[in-house]
């Protein structure tokens, strides 16, 4: 079973302009003004989008003068990914076992 933990993970990841977000992050750190270029998003609602990611602990903030940078932290990403192949080899060592129906 999933703890509460990765199951925030997942809400957080879930919404298609969050996980556009955290792909952008993955290749380069960038701020708020490129991520509004990027994404074509609203700065108010990107914003929005970022602070569910900072608060599920997937991406950090680093101040730089009067902007924020966002940069993705790879080992919360490693240890959702970790826990999935976990549940996928479950899933395989299991195939021929099948309870039987009263």
């Known amino acids: 079973m999933l703890t509460s933990v ?3 993970l997942i809400r957080a990841l879930a919404d298609p302009l969050r996980l556009r977000i955290v792909s952008l992050l993955a290749r380069e750190t960038l701020c708020t003004t490129h991520l509004v270029e990027e994404t074509g998003a609203r700065q108010t609602n990107l914003s929005n ?4 990611l900072r608060e599920a602990g997937i991406v950090e903030t680093e101040p730089c003068g009067r902007f924020t940078y966002y940069k ?8 959702l990914a970790g826990r999935f192949a976990e549940l996928a080899e479950t899933a395989r060592t299991s195939e021929q076992n099948k309870r039987a129906c009263p």
């Open 49 to 52: 989008h970022l602070r569910v």
């Open 72 to 79: 993705l932290r790879p080992e919360v990403l490693a240890g």
């Open 6 to 8: 990765e199951t925030d």
